[in-house]
T-cell receptor, first 115, second 117 residues
Framework: GDSVTQMEGPVTLSEEAFLTINCTYT??????LFWYVQYPGEGLQLLLK?????DKGSNKGFEATYRKETTSFHLEKGSVQVSDSAVYFC??????????????FGAGTRLAVHP | GAVVSQHPSWVICKSGTSVKIECRSL??????MFWYRQFPKQSLMLMAT?????????EQGVEKDKFLINHASLTLSTLTVTSAHPEDSSFYIC?????????????FGPGTRLTVL
């Protein structure tokens, strides 16, 4: 079945460092890909998405490119801030019987950024 | 916009009792809501899809008689954990899809932590 694998955390960085969180997926169809972020004590928020191959999603300095050839959707940011400390979830959306989409999540990667 | 709330945020109950968790879309209508379960340091696992006015669709391996879902209005879905046991202790998260948008984006609630003693 469809699945998402993302790098284990925690990832600990100093402020202004470059961030990469790897995400790869397995899907039978052509899924949409998402990154969600969960700040402490809050719900998951959509960070960015891409709906087809070679699309680049971007938001708040974060980027991820839908790479069909490598089945990847790695999250990157050029210069992280302390406020980026959170748990990041990679997810895919697949169409299932009944005509609706459902999300399949990776395990989440905790990011801690220190001043 | 697109805020989803859950109540309660945490609950502790005795084994054998039932617990109801509410999920509300505060500023949009949601024909479809989803219930997830998250174990510590693990992924969110979809339990069921809740459709307003109809029966929920449960994922394989989820007991529908144990996890009762009701989606009686366009802004409210409830999950009732019946006869809870310690193994039901977990973090339960709901999400909602905005009925007015042609998108598969889901908006998530903050989650409810259930501890069964």
């Amino acid at each position: 079945g469809d699945s998402v694998t993302q790098m284990e955390g925690p990832v600990t960085l100093s402020e202004e460092a470059f961030l990469t969180i790897n995400c790869t997926y397995t899907a039978t169809g052509y899924p949409s890909l998402f990154w969600y972020v969960q700040y402490p004590g809050e719900g998951l928020q959509l960070l960015l998405k891409a709906t087809k191959a070679d699309d680049k999603g971007s938001n708040k300095g974060f980027e991820a490119t839908y790479r069909k050839e490598t089945t990847s959707f790695h999250l990157e940011k050029g210069s992280v801030q302390v406020s980026d400390s959170a748990v990041y979830f990679c997810a895919l959306s697949s169409m299932f019987s009944g005509g609706y989409n459902k999300l399949i999540f990776g395990a989440g990667t905790r990011l801690a950024v220190h001043p | 916009g697109a805020v989803v709330s859950q109540h309660p945020s945490w609950v502790i109950c005795k084994s054998g009792t039932s617990v109801k968790i509410e999920c509300r879309s505060l500023d949009f209508q949601a024909t479809t809501m989803f219930w997830y379960r998250q174990f510590p340091k693990q992924s969110l696992m979809l339990m069921a899809t809740s459709n307003e006015g109809s029966k929920a669709t449960y994922e394989q391996g989820v007991e529908k008689d144990k996890f009762l879902i009701n989606h009686a209005s366009l802004t409210l879905s409830t999950l009732t954990v019946t006869s809870a046991h310690p193994e039901d202790s977990s973090f339960y998260i709901c999400s909602a899809r905005d009925s007015g948008l042609s998108t598969d984006t889901q908006y998530f609630g903050p989650g409810t932590r259930l501890t069964v003693l």
